[in-house]
């Protein structure tokens, strides 16, 4: 087309050269250009000059005619055919290129759109009428005409718009000047949809890649002021301020009655609805253990995403970061989650309502706080605990039940509706869905499995499930591939969204896809959020920190404000010094109490299974080999064990006295609990040298084979020890008797006691017995069988009927008494006996082996108690210290085993004044980095 009309110009020019006379006529022709008029600018003072050039007169007929022609064929052909294919080639494309502009009707004043409401355009014409530059002016109705027009395109609904597309439409043509067949209503509102659904692709397009280009310049300029982090003191960002006072609310005693009502973001779902894909896009890392279909999130996870040049992780209790643009720290962070998860859950249960404080850092981050909650469930499957429902119920209750707190629910789109669990709950909670946001996940399962894809539009409009929400998103989190990493989850997001029919049929918005747009729109809520409450929790902290700091001037007006912490601290030092005063005990005190423990310990066996069984010897060689004998066996099996344990018994009773002796005024009784579970622990903890029983043994061993006697005053403290044991015994002996054989005389008849027919019975038997023995004082220790034969008769005559083994029992105190009496007489005769003893009893009937035996052992005793105290001053004192040390350094690791140590009102009043002065404070540094923000 173009290059016929060329070729008409051409002709028409070569014909008025043939044609033109030699004489020219002058006439007037306009060559002036018209100025471009905006009604903006002013009017133009004058008009324009005229220019008047000369043309020569045409005088051939023939040749005007032709000329004529031409022009008429040229006007009629290039105005129909190329004018409206320009104008329809340039319309499409300038439509193609325009955005939508709904968005931006904002930067047009409001005064543009009501000009021709407020200008009066015929006015203007009929004043320039009939002057000569009034056809430089603008034809003012076209502009009332061109102001509707544009107010139409800014406004999608407008009927006008739609009428001039339809126009538009139906009066073009095509490269032979034919008119295009009318299109239907259907396929143009689907044209359009896609055109829209690509300028939006194309500005999202756009805008990510302005947002990439930000983030690796803020980053930039992040890393260039980590440079000098080390010359000044670091600043912690708004986000970590307002992470600070969460992490110390978490630790709070839930017990008090002071609530929480700091907003985040409760992240809530059914157990596998992407409740961790979605933090985790949100994130930009694949930071959490995932499983298929198994139970991940045992415990509440506190996520606080803040902007940082770095993309790293690190939780609140330790200094290593996790770089998480490595594979390997990755893998680490995730395993490092998973142990403390099932560290924190107690044996016996599923889930724990104890909470993991976790920081992400990275460029283009969003900052905001989020918790993600254990998955909410159905039915307790086999290995899990009884009431895991329950629990995971109650934890998810108790974090939404916040008033501020936005909750983020997580619907899984790939499965039925009417399953899902979480929607009633958070509903209960949120009944007017004024802090829910509602998020469909796996749209591309649901798009591919649904028979029905306005089911989806149902959901994300809100009309599908009772709850409300703030607002609705639907985004894809990957394919299910464990080892996809987050930008290629992205990447295929984006794809998806931009393929999908959902959003080409309207029944998604684009403001309504893709985690970006909900991260924002989380993010924007958070912040909101935070500004509205938290001056007023600021206020309510306050109040209760009067309330309590009342309670304790009127109820501990004298005594400090030690938390828990301070009062361990006290207590330690006590506890220790107590242990120190252990090396203060005398060694002369250390002997006396070994010695008297050492001698109860074994003079049960002494007496029973040594000198007693010697005492039956005829003559003293016998006595003497058998105490030998038994002293050896003796050595060599019990002694050295008894001595180690009566040892320890006594380190353990002295250390136990200094720690529950009192302090007078100074003493404190908060803290017996304390040193009672830190001395049991020591002493359990505490072992014995093993070694110390084969030194002692030898010990024993020569101190038992010594019988010489140096000194008269020896023999004196010999014969005294034999004595002392004699009369216990006896006492013990009278005493066993006395029940056996009931009330004697007196006793029944000043007392009005009686006998019971078995110590009747007793008693009879003893009377038969002691005069057996009147009647052979040099008895032996046993009966002989017709002995007990005629003891039985006896007793029968009187009409008491009594068995064999009746009568060795009462036989066997009966003697034992009468055994123990003519030892102590021997013992007074053997006073005088150690003349005797210094010539070998020679030219004497004077036998005083019992006393040799009793001065060995008394000596034994001496050297032993001796050994252990070394032992224990120069050893096992400073090994206990050392288990005391160990103990409390353990306990004051462990939190749950203070607060279970260090209880009452006065510890717990200290222990909420300090939590809540130190959130009062941090609310109050946060708010001021808040406003300084605005």
Known sequence: MKFAVRKLCLLNRAVRRLTAPRAHLRRLHWTSKPQPYSTFNRLPARPSPLQIANYPHRTFILARLATRLLKIRYLVLGSAVGGGYTAKKTYDEWKEMLPDLTAYKWIIPDFVWKLDENIDFEKFRKIFHGVEFAKLLPDFDKVGESLDHLKSLLTPDSTESSAAMKASDTQAFDINGKQHKKVSDKDKAEHLQEELLRTQLKYQRI???????????????????????????????????????????????????????????VVVGDQSAGKTSVLEMIAQARIFPRGSGEMMTRTPVKVTLSEGPHHVAMFKDSSREFDLTKEDDLAALRNEIEIRMRSSVKEGQTVSPETISLSVKGPGLQRMVLVDLPGVISTVTSGMAPGTKDIIFSISKAYMQNPNAIILCIQDGSVDAERSIVTDLVSQMDPQGRRTIFVLTKVDLAEKNLASPSRIQQIVEGKLFPMKALGYFAVVTGRGNTNEGIDAIKDYEGEFFQNSKLLKTGMLKAHQVTTKNLSLAVSDCFWKMVRESVEQQADAFKATRFNLETEWKNNYPQLRELDRNELYEKAKNEILDEVISLSQVTPKHWEEILKRKLWERVSTHVMENIYLPAAQSVNSGTFNTTVDIKLKQWTDKQLPHKAVEVAWETLEDEFARFMSEPKGKDHDNIFDKLKQAVKDESIKRHKWNEQAEDSLRVIQHNALEDRSISDKQQWDAAINFLEET???????????????????????????????????????????????????EEHTAYLANDEVTTVRKNLEAKSVTVDTILIKDTWHQIYRKHFLKKSLNHCNLCRRGFHYYQRHFIDSELDCNNVILFWRIQRMLMITANTLRQQLTNTEVR???????????????????????????????AEDLKR???????????????????
């Open 207 to 265: 805008l990510e890649r302005l947002e990439k280009e930000n983030k690796e310049l803020r980053k930039q300029v992040l890393q260039r002021d980590d440079k000098g982090i080390h010359q000044r003191k670091m600043k912690k960002s708004l986000i970590d301020l307002y992470s600070e006072v969460l992490d110390i609310l978490s630790d709070f005693d839930s017990n008090y009655n002071t609530q929480d009502h700091l907003p985040r973001v």
């Open 726 to 776: 004699l009369q216990s015994r006896l006492r013990d002996t009278d005493s066993a008797i006395h029940d056996m054989v009931g009330p004697d005389w007196q006793e029944r008849w000043f007392y009005w006691k009686s006998r019971s027919p078995e110590q009747h019975v007793h008693n009879e038997t003893k009377a038969e017995l002691e005069r057996l023995i009147k009647i052979n």
């Open 879 to 909: 090994r206990l210290e050392k288990n005391v040390k160990e103990v409390l350094e353990d306990f004051a690791e462990d939190s749950g085993k203070k607060a279970q140590l260090l209880t009452g009102r006065r510890v717990q009043l």
């Open 916 to 934: 809540v002065r130190e959130i009062q404070e941090k609310l109050e540094v946060f708010i001021e980095a808040l406003l300084k923000e605005k």
